[in-house]
């Protein structure tokens, strides 16, 4: 099917967005273009795929459009043929709203448009993450103070032990960081993970596919 080959380019540039990710921001950006184009066409062509299926004879020198696909089930002799292409694809185009209404899935939708119609799509959004590791001391001092702020039993601070032991690790490193580039669309979440999930949306897509209409 032609839907399983856009899933296995997409999960090719998808393998290389990881590798060239915070290393090589040019070729990343490469392969974040060719992974949009490749999502954005696995509705499309699961579209044809399901032409070829039910022998619509649509020739791939004309629009393959929704209205299209309906207009040639019409014209299907073989009445069974044609509940189960109509039955497809009132499902297809229920999955492909569910998708442009998708937080997510609507991001990569839209960005690819604009790859290919207007700018270069790169991270647009670049978070550092700076976090600190803190030790807990291994003993707490308990200091007695009147409502004034006064001090009082001076000489005779109560001194709490914990249970645990005095050196139970190396002193941790502090200072660590973390680098992530996002879409400002879709800021919560690092472009690799956020495309790892729409690729899998468009996976259990076409395998619904496949299961629904065999």
Wanted: with cysteine; aromatic share 10%.
């Amino acid at each position: 099917m032609s839907a399983d080959k856009k899933v296995l380019g997409a999960e090719y540039h998808l393998k290389n967005m990881k590798n060239y990710y915070i290393v090589d921001e040019q070729s990343f950006v490469y392969e974040v273009e060719a992974f949009l184009t490749k999502i954005r066409s696995i509705p499309d062509a699961l579209l044809e795929d399901y032409n070829l299926k039910f022998g619509l004879g649509i020739g791939l020198d004309e629009k393959l459009y929704p209205k299209v696909f309906e207009e040639k089930v019409k014209t299907l002799k073989d009445e069974k043929i044609q509940k189960e292409a109509t039955k497809f694809l009132e499902w297809w185009k229920a999955q492909v709203a569910k998708f442009e209404s998708d937080p997510l899935v609507k991001v990569f939708f839209d960005k690819r448009h604009i790859s290919i119609h207007r700018t270069e799509v790169r991270a647009d959004l670049k978070k550092v993450t700076i976090t600190d590791t803190l030790s807990i001391s291994d003993s707490v001092s308990v200091i007695k103070r009147d409502k004034y702020g006064n001090i009082y039993d001076d000489g005779s601070l109560a001194k709490i032990e914990t249970d645990e032991p005095k050196s139970i690790s190396p002193k941790p490193k502090t200072g660590d960081s973390k680098i992530e580039w996002c879409f400002k669309d879709y800021p919560n979440e690092s472009i690799v993970d956020a495309s790892q999930k729409v690729l899998d949306v468009m996976k259990q897509f076409v395998l619904d596919a496949k299961k629904n209409f065999p």
